[in-house]
Structures are given as C-alpha cells and as structure tokens.
C-alpha cells in the first residue's frame, strides 16, 4: 500500500481546502478595521468567489470526458496502456479520446 496520494486525490483535496482558507481569510480581512472599504470588500468576496472557483473546477474533473482521459492512461510507465469500449451512444467521446477507447460494434 502506498501513502503517497494520487494527482485525483492532491486535487480533490486542494477543491476542499481552497474554499475553507478562503473563508477564514474573510473572517480575518472583515474583521481588520484599518482597512479601507475596498479592501474590506475584496476580502469578504474571496470565500464566495473561492467556492464558485471551486464548483467550476469540480464539474470539469469529475465531466465524463475528463474520467475517461485518466482512464485511458497506464496506470504507471511501463504498464500496459488499458483497452477501453465505450457503448454506441458515446461514439461523439470516444472520438474526442486516445486510440485505445474504442466503440463497441
């Protein structure tokens, strides 16, 4: 068993973390009252922007296209690359992929 995380799960984490420092960065910027009013606005719009950020970036990780790309990777160098047959209906993805994902006939 490795310890060492995947890039998925590095990224899914950072998702996670992003919007959590971006809120206590608000709660700090709100409550600094030297601040001047533009300051004061840009740092209690960084958790809302942050999670927007986020939302955006998780829906083109987890889109079909994008699993299907990891999925069609070697899992390590080396490693045979994996044979991949997509239905009839995903003919459009399967295009759009590498040589190994085919469409079943």
């Known amino acids: 068993m490795s310890y060492i995380p995947s890039q998925d799960q ?5 998702r996670i973390l992003i919007p959590a420092l971006a809120t206590v960065a608000t709660a700090l910027g709100v409550s600094n009252t030297a601040a001047g009013s533009y300051e004061q606005m840009a740092m209690a719009l960084i958790a809302p922007i942050a999670y927007f950020i986020t939302l955006i970036w998780g829906l083109i990780a987890d889109s079909r296209h994008s699993i299907m790309l990891a999925a069609s990777k070697p899992v390590v160098p080396g490693a045979p690359v994996p044979q991949i047959v997509l239905p009839k209906q995903e003919a459009a993805l399967a295009d759009k992929l590498p040589d190994n994902v085919t ?3």
């Open 10 to 14: 590095v990224m899914g984490q950072l």
């Open 103 to 105: 469409v079943a006939k």
